[in-house]
Structure formats: structure tokens, C-alpha cells
């Protein structure tokens, strides 16, 4: 598990490092500086003519002491965006120090000129839009040739909340420090920081209670969260999943998010299907339990049963806004309390009737940017750029726990940390990825994992996989069914 943490919390942390801790606001500055000369030597750019931009805040500092330890090797140039008189304290100090280091301080310089620019400007201290000379400097570095290493966090980035203000720094690299910031993992600023590159420098959350962080992520560590499979073992053992899903005209849905389910660890897959889908299930999937209805002929006692037996229940994918698919999703709301993974157009089902959303409580909901849209009747455009906030309010208002699928797919659920997934790459922006992640999800329900830990994990382990799928396929031309069979080779390997 990784911490993600807002401006504020990184603050609280690095105070308490200084303050209660001992460790000076100095020596981490040298540290700070210290990991960007490495990341600088580690870069492979072109360092022959070399420009730190250094503002008059701490971040500045941090680039006045990088300037000040490479100054034997680089000879950089040092551009300071405001005058001596502006400094104090430690930014003061690092000034002076990099001075008598004979660092070469320039007034006017040709940002096209450089090869490598080192943007210390702001850091995770801005709070306001960027104009005026601020915003010249800015745009000159995005429109020189050279490449960019941004200290901490491209400058015009918001540090908690990924915004961008007025304009940004475009980074090759960011080299933050002690942990990723929030703005660091949700778009648009994930964009201007280029590969993230998180560094070491004695700081831990950890040891101050007053810095919780409120969002976290997962690494392939993590996956030793999914229980190992046991020698004296059933197909009882793992639970059953069932998936209410597919029509007429879309048969896929069923068959992906039921192939998934099996392929990520789950004993017994049932498919509640139109009879449409049914046989391209049966032939494609032998090995699930399959159970068909007509138009107009829904035998609600076979649907029943199934829920009853199931551990975990997907409901939704492909299933369509027929009367009879309503008639589904009522019933199964009403029925299958704290085991549902609600998708697709079981919510635009929901989204039309306001009166079924009571039945979300405890369970899952797994809603892409529109159907959360439909949902609480916003833009998209709006939920995107609150997409944890909007995420939270879903879940509290609710009681259920929501992943928000977007390219930083977040989870929430009440009362607990927010995971933020960063696996994951474009080419599971297809058709059928949503349906495979919902049958993993159940297939770890009924393993017997806790619902909200199988939202989390199961989002983790899609987008993993779906970059095992991109090593293979390429973001191109991988499918859904290719996610799954790397989901497969995951747990493959779960010795």
C-alpha cells in the first residue's frame, strides 16, 4: 500500500519531522536536493547547457541547494523569479550559500537556449492562479526544446487536487518527494508531470497522527491480499457468483464478466441470462451454470434460487432497459441485500427511478462518468473534475461503496480511506472492460474477502492485468478477454 497525500498533510508531516522528530528543515532540504541531482545523473538528458528556475518559496530553496551540490559537475545557470530583497530564511540562506559557491545567477535568460530545465518554482505551495511573469515563465519553459524535471511537483499544478492553475509546467519528470501527491495521480495533473519518480528523504507519515493520509493505493504487493487457494479444497470452498447479465443484442457482457469470475479464483459461476445470450454463453463458457428467460417470460422463482445460492451477484451488464430487465433489477435489489455489484444498465435502470437508489446501501456500484451523470444528475464534465469528492458524497449519501471508473478509478466507501487506482493504461478503454472487472470483484466477494476490500483489490487487479495484457497485445490492439487471461496468469502465480 502506498499513501497518497494532499498539500496540507504533506506539510503537517514535514513540520512534525522538523519540530518533534529533530530533523531539520535543512537537512531534508539537502536530502530533497540531493535526490534531484541523483534523478538529474539517472535521466540520460542532456545536461551541457542546464537552467533552475528557483522561486522565492521553499521549493526555490530546494533548487538553490540542487544548484549549489551540481555546481562542481553541470555549471548550471540559477534564474530567480524575484528579487533578493523578496527572500527569507532558509530560501536566504540556500541563496547565499549557492553564491559563495560560485553558482552563476543569470537575470534574462533564453529558455529556448537550454537543454535541460529544472523548474523549483512553486512546488506543492501554490494556492493561486499563475499570471503575470509567473505565467511568461511558465509558458517559456513549456515552449523551449529541453527537457523538464520538475522538483516536488510541476509548477501551476494543484498539489491535492490535480487542477490546473492558469497554466502548468509540463515536466519529463517529477521527482517528489517522501510520497505522491494527490495532484500527482488525478488528471489533468498526472498529465504535466511526466514519469513520477517518488524519492526517499527521511520523512514518515506514519509516526504523525495528525497527518492521516485519506487516500492510498496499491502495488503488486498487495495482491497477497487475496486468500491462497487451500489443498483440501471444493468448488464450494471459493463461493458462487452470479451474473445477471446480457440481452438480445448483447450476449458479451455475460460471457466476459462470467469468464472473469472463474478466471480470478471462484468456485461456481451461474449466468441469469436472455435466452439470446445463453447459447453463446454455454458454447463459449461451458464450465458456468447457465439459466435463461424470454421476452415477456421471466420465471422469478428460477431467479430467486439463484440469488439465494450465490455468495456474490453481478447485476447488470449488457442487461438493457426492457420492462423485463426492470422487472430483474427490482427483484434483485429487493433480494440480494450486501452482495451485488450494481453496473451498467442496472444503474441507468436506477438512474431513472430515484426510488430504487435506497437498496444501494452496503453494496457495490460501479458506475463509468456518465452513468454516475445520469445518476445525480450532473455533467460529466463536473464529475471529473471532483472525481474523489463526487466518489465520497456517492458513498456517503448512499451508504454503498463506489468505484468511480475513470482513468484514476476511485473507491470509496463510508468511513474509510479512499483508493486511488494508478495501475492500469488506455488500452483498457474498450468495450467489455467494465463487465470484466465486475465479475472479478464478485469472484473475491465470494473467496471471502470483505466487499469494500474487493472493490479496491478487484480495481487494482483489473488494471495490473490490463497491463500484462498491453506487454502482450499492445494498448491497441488487447480486449477485454485478454485482461481476463492475464487475470488467470496473476493468480497463476499466487504460489
Not at 499513501?3 to 503537517?12: C, G, H, P
Not at 489533468?188 to 507519515?205: F, K, Q, S, T, W
Not at 423485463?324 to 451498467?344: F, H, N
Amino acid at each position: 500500500m502506498k499513501l497518497i497525500l494532499t498539500a496540507e498533510q504533506m506539510r503537517l508531516i514535514d513540520n512534525f519531522t522538523s519540530e518533534s522528530i529533530g530533523v531539520s528543515s535543512a537537512v531534508l532540504m539537502e536530502r530533497a536536493a540531493l535526490a534531484c541531482a541523483e534523478e538529474i545523473k539517472g535521466s540520460g538528458f542532456d545536461t551541457s547547457k542546464m537552467l533552475i528556475v528557483c522561486g522565492t518559496g521553499n521549493n526555490g530553496a530546494d533548487g538553490l541547494a540542487l544548484a549549489r551540490i551540481i555546481n562542481r559537475f553541470y555549471k548550471p545557470d540559477v534564474y530567480l523569479a524575484g528579487t533578493y530583497g523578496d527572500l527569507r530564511g532558509l530560501v536566504k540562506s540556500q541563496y547565499d550559500s549557492a553564491a559563495r559557491s560560485k553558482v552563476k545567477f543569470v537575470t534574462d535568460p533564453d529558455f529556448s537556449s537550454y537543454t535541460l530545465i529544472i523548474d523549483a518554482l512553486f512546488g506543492i505551495g501554490l494556492s493561486r492562479e499563475l499570471s503575470g511573469n509567473f505565467a511568461k515563465i511558465v509558458n517559456a519553459v513549456n515552449e523551449s526544446d529541453a527537457k523538464v524535471i520538475a522538483v516536488d511537483m510541476p509548477s501551476g499544478v494543484d498539489a491535492s487536487s490535480g487542477k490546473i492553475m492558469g497554466c502548468a509546467v509540463k515536466a519529463d519528470i517529477t521527482v517528489s518527494f517522501a510520497y505522491t501527491k494527490l495532484g500527482q495521480v488525478l488528471f489533468p495533473g498526472a498529465d504535466y508531470c511526466g514519469e513520477l519518480h517518488v524519492r526517499d528523504i527521511g520523512i514518515y507519515a506514519e509516526l504523525c497522527d495528525k497527518a492521516n493520509a485519506s487516500a492510498y493505493t496499491y502495488t503488486q504487493k498487495d495482491l497477497a491480499l487475496i486468500p491462497k487457494r487451500r489443498k483440501y479444497s471444493n468448488k464450494g470452498s471459493y463461493g458462487r457468483v452470479l451474473v445477471i447479465a446480457g440481452s438480445e443484442n448483447m450476449s458479451g457482457a455475460a460471457l466476459l464478466s462470467a469468464r472473469a469470475a472463474y478466471k480470478s479464483g471462484c468456485g461456481l459461476v451461474e449466468v441469469f441470462t436472455h435466452s439470446a445470450s445463453a447459447q453463446v454463453v454455454k458454447n463459449a463458457l461451458p464450465e458456468a451454470i447457465v439459466t435463461s428467460y424470454s421476452n415477456g417470460r421471466v420465471d422469478m422463482s428460477a431467479l430467486h434460487r439463484a440469488i439465494s445460492a450465490a455468495s456474490a451477484v453481478v447485476l447488470g451488464p449488457g442487461l438493457s432497459k426492457s420492462e423485463d430487465a426492470k422487472r430483474i433489477v427490482k427483484y434483485t435489489l429487493e433480494s440480494a441485500q450486501g452482495k451485488l455489484i450494481i453496473d451498467a444498465d442496472a444503474l441507468n435502470i436506477i438512474a431513472e427511478n430515484h426510488g430504487l437508489l435506497g437498496y444501494l446501501k452496503s453494496n457495490i456500484v460501479t458506475p463509468h462518468l456518465g452513468e454516475m451523470a445520469r445518476l445525480i444528475n450532473k455533467e460529466v464534465s463536473e464529475i471529473a473534475e471532483s472525481l474523489v469528492d463526487t466518489a465520497r458524497e456517492f458513498s456517503r449519501t448512499h451508504g454503498c461503496i463506489c468505484a468511480l471508473k475513470d482513468t484514476r478509478t476511485v473507491v470509496t466507501a463510508p468511513a474509510q480511506p479512499v483508493f486511488i487506482n494508478t495501475a492500469g493504461n488506455s488500452g483498457l478503454a474498450k468495450g467489455g472492460s467494465g463487465d470484466t472487472l465486475t465479475g472479478i470483484i464478485a469472484s473475491l466477494i465470494s473467496q471471502g474477502i470483505e466487499p469494500s476490500e474487493s472493490a479496491r483489490l478487484g480495481v487494482y487487479l483489473h488494471a495490473y492485468a490490463g497491463d500484462l495484457a498491453a506487454d502482450e497485445h499492445g494498448k491497441y490492439s488487447m480486449l477485454a478477454s485478454d485482461v481476463a487471461e492475464a487475470v488467470g496468469r496473476i493468480m497463476d502465480e499466487m504460489k
